[in-house]
């Protein structure tokens, strides 16, 4: 209902504006005959733009009023059984490919998954009664059980919810992964689909309801679930049917009222048989229960045992190599007899045992260090580990020289540079408040003034433009109220470029010729349209005798303009049938080829109306530089995504600054790479909060912010 919606209210607005470039036209008409001599081609272009671009808009408005209006009434039709399961079956495969990625990224499995126990919560405040949670015993006892056990006590329970608490690097993360995984794995036909997803992402104030957050969330991470086959509201019958269960990671990103309002919004609009896994910190979920007076509906809660000396210093001899350091043996001694108590409580934890792993084990340097720093402070052993853990992990992980490969990085970065770049975006991140977790490249435009690149990509448009009327006129005063009016439209146009979302475009034919159809029709009718239209301005105009010739021109240039600008970009604009779940590069790669098909659209449509000027008599190299300048402006300017282009934009600046290099995107991919950062969907995320967080709140957190001279990039 919403997009017919939407789609009346454009087609009513694109009326509107197609009549008053009629208007345009027809007082440019009126007041030509008495401009000088000069100026008589100037006018004649304006009257002839004004006029296509008028039939174009009256056009299209009327061509979608009329699509709303036959099918207001109709009914749509419903997805089969069949349908839902083959969808179901799809978003199974894209989140199993997504997250076994990132379970090989993050050695989760690799030698084996970190013995750290779980068990039921202690603290009845934070659960629902038990009888609700699970028919007889309350599952998860305290015991170091296998993934695959968990997964049966998590099915046990009588309504599949599931709340996992723990303190800062405990592994909550990790566990819902593994989790998915294996849900994933032994999922009847039936069941649910497992879908992570990140607690900062849902605004509670625009999603009102989980099921419409959820919704909302698979349309954009896998666009594979609108295809035509499927049908474009699959994702709501999804969830709307109960077929998808949210595994929602990291409530304790959220401020404390956005806590309490998700948990309230989750009680409300849980149906009986929703299912839901949930991690969080534990004191922040405690804060929050108390807040609302109540705990997550029928909900078990679980948290994590610490893990002993000795369970950290077997898993740890796990992981060495066959001949290890001659430190490692007094190492892991001291650890089992629990003589370095700062190691042992660091060790305690899933992260801090990866830390050791990636900053002492992988790249096989002396470990001494954690035998001093291992029995002072755990924080300051904490501290230590995080700032060796980029130095370590640029050296251990090599750039690929040959085909690329998931785990290495594709370039040659610094740890200096690494190290000062994510500083910069933790910093960016500690700033937001309302998402604090997610980097996406769209958003790199706003961190920082756009004011300065819109007045500059504003002069230089007029500045074109002006010179282009200029030799086509020869007349100063039309070509600076050309150049001038250009760069205020162009100003206030290019304003939203920074603040909106990436499109996409799909370039498959196969299949599709048959949606072209619809489209050459329209344009069939807009043509016809500005034929008319031609026809009556020059019959006004008391010439008759070139009234079939204008009937022409306008009438071509309106069909090539509809077809090429506006229903070619629908077409591309489609969702796609994507394999794979929706990654930032893929986002970054779908707007920059929307953009490049807006600007062959745009050209074609300037070809045309070069033809038509010199058809008019007006010289050929003038007529194909105004064709060409108006193609180019049309296509960069038409359209609803325009993040690719704001994001090169911003890029140079960000880059003259220190703050970012010039090749963001391929530094984001890298740190992926490198296990610095994650993907969810279209969003990179730091792999710890705490890495995080000890970034913006280190040694690089105030200089970050300053200008610095140019940085020379690898």
């Not at 008495?34 to 304006?46: C, E, M, N, Q, V």
């Not at 709307?240 to 309002?261: C, H, K, S």
């Not at 001659?326 to 305690?348: F, I, Q």
């Amino acid at each position: 209902m919403g997009a017919r919606y939407w789609q009346n209210r454009q087609a009513k607005l694109s009326v509107v504006l197609g009549v008053l470039l009629l208007a345009l036209a027809t007082l440019i008409l009126t007041i030509a005959t008495r401009l000088p001599k000069d100026w008589g081609i100037t006018a004649g272009s304006a009257q002839l733009i004004a006029a296509v671009t008028g039939a174009i808009g009256l056009g299209n408005g009327l061509v979608q009023f009329l699509t709303w209006w036959r099918k207001r009434g109709a009914a749509t039709a419903a997805p089969t059984s069949a349908d839902v399961a083959t969808a179901k079956d799809v978003l199974s495969g894209l989140v199993t490919q997504q997250w076994r990625d990132e379970t090989v990224l993050r050695s989760l499995c690799d030698p084996e998954p970190m013995p750290l126990p779980w068990h039921s919560t202690e603290r009845r405040e934070l659960a629902d009664r038990p009888e609700i949670i699970a028919k007889g015993t309350v599952a998860f006892p305290g015991l170091d059980v296998h993934i695959a056990d968990m997964a049966r006590n998590f099915r046990a329970l009588r309504c599949r919810r599931l709340v996992i608490l723990g303190g800062p690097g405990t592994g909550k993360t990790t566990l819902a992964v593994q989790l998915v995984l294996e849900l994933l794995r032994t999922r009847e036909p039936e069941e649910p689909v497992p879908v992570l997803l990140s607690a900062a992402r849902w605004d509670d104030r625009v999603y009102g309801r989980l099921q419409d957050w959820l919704a909302a969330s698979l349309a954009l991470d896998y666009p594979a679930l609108r295809a035509e086959d499927l049908g474009m509201d699959m994702p709501e019958t999804l969830v709307a049917r109960g077929e998808v269960l949210p595994v929602i990671d990291g409530l304790d990103e959220l401020p404390d009222t956005a806590r309490a309002d998700m948990l309230t919004a989750l009680n409300r609009s849980m149906y009986e048989t929703d299912q839901l896994i949930l991690t969080c910190r534990t004191e922040q979920f405690a804060e929050s229960v108390q807040e609302i007076g109540d705990a997550l509906t029928a909900a078990a809660v679980i948290e994590p045992q610490p893990m002993s000396p000795a369970a950290s210093a077997d898993y740890l001899e796990a992981c060495l190599p066959p001949v290890p350091h001659p430190v490692w043996p007094h190492v892991l001694d001291e650890l089992r007899k629990g003589t370095a108590p700062a190691l042992s409580e660091v060790t305690s934890t899933s992260l801090g045992l990866w830390l050791v792993r990636a900053t002492y084990i992988a790249p096989r340097v002396d470990p001494t260090p954690l035998l001093t720093l291992g029995h002072g402070s755990a924080a300051t052993l904490h501290d230590h580990l995080c700032d060796q853990l980029i130095p370590a992990l640029v050296s251990t992980r090599t750039p690929a020289d040959g085909p690329p490969q998931p785990f290495r990085p594709q370039h040659a970065w610094t740890p200096e540079q690494v190290d000062r770049w994510l500083t910069y975006l933790s910093c960016q991140l500690a700033r937001n408040e309302e998402d604090p977790r997610d980097v996406a490249w769209w958003h790199l435009a706003r961190y920082t003034s756009s004011r300065a690149v819109r007045f500059g990509a504003a002069a230089v448009i007029g500045l074109v433009v002006g010179l282009a009327f200029g030799l086509l006129t020869k007349s100063p005063f039309f070509s600076a109220m050309a150049g001038l009016f250009s760069a205020l439209v162009a100003e206030t146009l290019i304003g939203s470029w920074f603040t909106e979302s990436p499109g996409h475009a799909d370039f498959h034919v196969r299949g599709r010729l048959a949606e072209l159809l619809p489209a050459l029709r329209d344009g069939l009718i807009v043509g016809a349209l500005g034929g008319i239209v031609g026809w009556l301005m020059a019959y006004a105009s008391g010439k008759p005798v070139i009234a079939l010739r204008s009937s022409a021109q306008i009438g071509l240039l309106s069909f090539v303009g509809f077809v090429a600008l506006l229903s070619l970009i629908r077409w591309v604009e489609s969702p796609t049938a994507d394999l794979t779940a929706r990654s930032p590069r893929s986002t970054w790669q779908a707007d920059r080829n929307l953009t490049a098909i807006r600007i062959i659209g745009g050209l074609v449509v300037g070809l045309a109306t070069a033809g038509v000027l010199l058809y008019s008599g007006i010289p050929a190299d003038m007529s194909v530089l105004v064709g060409v300048v108006l193609g180019l402006l049309f296509g960069l300017v038409l359209g609803r995504h325009h993040a690719w282009l704001a994001y090169k934009l911003t890029i140079p600046r960000l880059a003259t600054r220190g703050s970012l290099p010039l090749r963001a995107m391929d530094f984001l991919d890298d740190a992926h790479r490198l296990g610095l950062l994650r993907t969810e969907g279209p969003y990179y995320q730091f792999r710890h909060i705490e890495l995080q967080q000890h970034l913006a709140n280190g040694r690089h957190a105030a200089p970050a912010q300053e200008p610095r001279p140019p940085t020379r990039h690898p």
